[in-house]
């Protein structure tokens, strides 16, 4: 399992094309923001495993 760390950049596994940026890392958890194409708004994660993401390349 990665750890990652505050200003991160990760994708989910599930949706590759989603970039998060790391704000909130607590034990093996992570919260993030991401830009929402549709709406055009920042938005939030909720604190999500980190097994749920990779670092993004």
């Given amino acids: 399992m990665e750890k990652f760390k505050v200003g991160d ?12 940026v790391i704000t909130h890392v607590k034990d093996e958890n992570f919260q993030g923001v991401y830009f929402c194409s549709l709406t055009q708004e920042f938005k939030t994660t909720p604190m999500m495993p980190m097994t749920t993401a ?4």
């Avoid at 990779?54 to 390349?57: H, M, S």
């Fill in 9 to 20: 950049i990760v994708c989910l596994k599930i949706a590759e094309n989603l970039r998060i």
């Fill in 54 to 57: 990779t670092k993004a390349e």
